[in-house]
């Protein structure tokens, strides 16, 4: 992850390259109910990022191997689009696709009653449009919301955010660049209600106290974006109160 000499990702006034100060986050705007066929959707713009989910289910699991007489199975597929990076990504599923559509159905599993639920499938899509680091977290923030504009019932919304260290700074909400030449990147979600930790991974190098900086930085940030995702939940169903009045 090194910086090369021309790239200075911190100035001499602490301002990062996209302005902002360590510990803050880029702008985050969520919505939700854009897609009409879906049972639940949400779009989240996260700094750069641009993340469209589309939830249908519970219904029956198909193939029928993956029922599980118990309960739901969440299946989560993370993808991004060809167009949604500078160079052409190749389309199709990746090993690093592969991996984040498992931690983020793991991450979901954990809020969702699902022994309600039993032989059926929670299908969520995570179509990344614009990648500009941080999809992972950005996608699961989401999917929970997503999921709740589904109707299935849950114990608390899943939310999140990384923080890093770059040029030995630890700084809150990683953009590209930073991504790319910082030192390291730790995405990190949680149950907001419970502050469970249901995903947690980390690229680079830190100490244990950088570790617990980082972390402490990552659950603040994501419990004010907590309130992003209940204000856009809100906003649906304020709407639909208003369309009933009329
Ligand atoms: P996250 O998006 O969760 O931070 P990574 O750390 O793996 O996940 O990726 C950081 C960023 O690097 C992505 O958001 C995206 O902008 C870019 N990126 C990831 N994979 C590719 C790829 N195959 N081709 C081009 N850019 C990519």
């Given at each position: 992850m090194g910086t090369p000499s021309?790239?200075?990702?911190?100035d001499e006034n602490g301002l990062r390259l996209d302005g902002r100060g360590d510990e803050e986050l880029r702008p985050i705007k969520i919505t939700t109910d854009?897609?009409?066929?879906?049972d639940g959707s949400a779009f989240i713009e996260w700094g750069g990022n641009k993340i469209l989910v589309a939830v249908y289910g519970p219904r029956e699991a198909y193939p029928k191997h993956t029922q599980d007489i118990e309960k739901a199975v969440i299946k989560a597929r993370y993808n991004m689009a060809a167009f949604s990076v500078d160079e052409r990504k190749k389309p199709g599923p990746d090993r690093r696709s592969i991996e984040l559509s498992m931690v983020i159905s793991n991450a979901l599993s954990s809020v969702v009653?699902?022994?309600?639920?039993?032989?059926t499938s929670i299908d969520v899509f995570i179509e990344v449009l614009q990648a500009d680091a941080g999809t992972r977290i950005a996608g699961l923030t989401a999917a929970s919301v997503a999921l709740a504009d589904a109707g299935i019932p849950m114990k608390d919304l899943i939310v999140g955010c990384a923080a890093g260290k770059v040029e030995n700074t630890i700084v809150l909400d990683l953009n590209k660049e930073e991504d790319n030449y910082g030192q390291a990147d730790l995405p990190v979600a949680i149950i907001?209600?419970?502050?469970?930790?249901v995903l947690l991974q980390m690229d680079g190098d830190m100490s244990e106290d950088e570790i617990d900086r980082a972390m402490d930085l990552a659950i603040n940030a994501s419990l004010k974006i907590y309130e992003h995702q209940k204000d856009a939940l809100k906003r649906k169903y304020f709407s639909i109160a208003q369309e009933d009045e009329q």
């Open positions: 021309n790239i200075k990702l911190i854009v897609l009409e066929r879906a009653f699902l022994e309600q639920f039993p032989r907001p209600k419970t502050k469970d930790i």
